[in-house]
């Protein structure tokens, strides 16, 4: 039985490849800082299929151990600040836990088991300010955030030490991946959310910031199989991986909003307080690449992506309303 450690496991992209290598086989170690509460909404259905680990990324002894304690054959680092907009007013603590963790992950698998295959999980911002279109291996960077420039330091360091150490380290250069399971801080997720909000009567208006942006947006259930794949290889290298597509946020939500029969002119209102201090434009993947030496391949769409989502959130809304309404009702029997 193989055995991989994932970091970022409760997360949207560990949660889905944890779920996907369990059905694989696999025996999944997940790591996770200790709190008083934590947070398994994402991986709830199979969380007692997961052995946890205690660890912070930031201790390197405490990776050490979680690694000398999985011996595991493939080690998935998905950990990170991953939310772009917070690495402004969080610039030290996104440089920790996005950039200089990578080091001391890869530190840990090389002191503890030199011979797993290393994936990190790399970026699209990583392009920022891009200087060609579509976005491939051999682009140059230009990140526009300190999120950004974290993610061009995870992965230069991760093509270090597989040059350096000579370690099965990959990189996968991942653009927009979204799911029902994506955190509401998240554009998508914060469109679909808002969606089913107003739906139902909970929500007036939505506020957003530029509506011209481009991205190209995939499901995270596809992509985590990508990573999978590169770890499957005979040889260590990185890949883009996207849809080689690209959707306005206006495009996004339109698809949304007419989804529940909306016009979202009539409840979208600029506001300048969530335009980013430095623009990216747009990100337009190539992943020729991937699907010529990995085999992979799309099987979620765009607008059957967003669906989705606004279905999901239609679920949580009316889930939660009717608990809301059946603790009323126990409340006025009781009385």
Not at 88 to 102: D, E, K, N, R
Request: charged share 25%.
């Amino acid at each position: 039985m193989k055995r991989a450690l994932i970091t970022g496991v409760t997360g949207q992209d560990g949660s889905y490849l944890a779920e996907f290598l369990l059905e694989k086989g696999y025996q999944v170690y997940g790591l996770r800082r200790r709190t008083s509460t934590p947070n398994y909404e994402n991986c709830e259905s199979f969380k007692d299929r997961i052995e946890w680990l205690s660890g912070d990324l930031n201790d390197l002894a405490s990776l050490i151990e979680a690694v000398r304690v999985s011996q595991p054959d493939e080690v998935y680092n998905l950990a990170a600040q991953s939310y772009v907009a917070a690495s402004w007013p969080q610039p030290l603590a996104t440089g920790q836990m996005t950039a200089l963790a990578v080091t001391n992950m890869l530190e840990a698998v090389r002191i503890a088991k030199p011979d797993a295959k290393f994936y990190q999980a790399s970026s699209s911002e990583m392009f920022g300010k891009v200087v060609e279109t579509p976005q491939k291996e051999t682009t140059p960077f230009y990140p526009r955030s300190p999120y950004g420039v974290a993610k061009v330091y995870g992965h230069w360091i991760t093509v270090n030490y597989r040059e350096s150490f000579d370690m099965f380290a990959c990189s996968g250069i991942l653009f927009n991946h979204e799911s029902p399971r994506r955190g509401v801080e998240f554009v998508t997720r914060k469109v679909t959310d808002a969606v089913a909000r107003i739906k139902m009567g909970l929500q007036l208006e939505l506020r957003m910031g530029n509506l011209d942006s481009l991205r190209d947006w995939g499901f995270a259930g596809d992509y985590v199989k990508a990573m999978w794949l590169m770890l499957q290889q005979e040889t260590p290298d990185d890949y883009v991986i996207a849809t080689g597509e690209m959707h306005s946020v206006r495009e996004l939500l339109e698809v949304a909003f007419s989804h529940v029969g909306l016009d979202y002119r009539n409840y979208v209102v600029i506001d300048q307080a969530f335009v980013r201090p430095a623009e990216v434009d747009l990100l337009l993947g190539d992943c020729t690449k991937a699907k010529e030496k990995l085999g992979w391949k799309l099987e979620v769409g765009f607008q059957e992506l967003i669906h989705m989502m606004v279905d999901e959130d239609l679920k949580r809304v009316k889930n939660r309303l009717r608990a809301s309404r059946d603790d009323m009702y126990s409340l006025v029997n009781l009385g």
